[in-house]
């Protein structure tokens, strides 16, 4: 049948299973920390919550060199059926006790959100270090 449809059509139908194809393969990918934290250093995503109606977010750490220059820490919409989806972030340049956060609205209403903390570090040191939270379902401005 699909040979006796009209080009176009026949073109629309498999540019559709296409993209559904893809979209069914981009699941999210799952929570998980990333890198080695060096010998005497910590790291941590603290879990999205509100406050006065409002996402806050941080991370925190701790570490003299090895390489690292920011801390970066990036409040996370998350989908089960979608990826996720940076909302907002934070860093801090200047170490070794480090802390970022911040607070936002997302358009309302409650969804589910996660925190990543992440260490930047040169390739030639191992590599970008990463810590995330769980999901939470949190409602907000």
Avoid at 61 to 85: D, F, M, R
Avoid at 119 to 139: K, N, Q, T
Wanted: hydrophobic share 35%; aromatic share 10%.
């Amino acid at each position: 049948m699909l040979l006796r449809m009209n080009t176009k059509i026949r073109k629309s139908i498999v540019a559709l299973a296409l993209v559904a194809g893809s979209l069914a393969l981009a699941t999210p990918a799952a929570h998980a920390d990333q890198g080695s934290l060096p010998s005497g250093c910590s790291l941590s995503a603290g879990g999205p919550s509100v406050s006065n109606g409002r996402i806050t977010y941080s991370g925190q750490g701790y570490c003299s060199g090895n390489g690292i220059t920011t801390l970066k820490v990036e409040l996370w919409h998350w989908w089960s059926w979608l990826p996720a989806v940076t909302v907002a972030s934070a860093q801090d340049n200047f170490g070794p006790d480090w802390y970022a956060g911040g607070s936002t609205c997302d358009n309302g209403g409650t969804a589910d959100y996660f925190t990543k903390a992440a260490f930047w570090r040169d390739a030639s040191r191992g590599g970008d270090i990463i810590r995330e939270s769980s999901p939470r379902s949190l409602s907000h401005c």
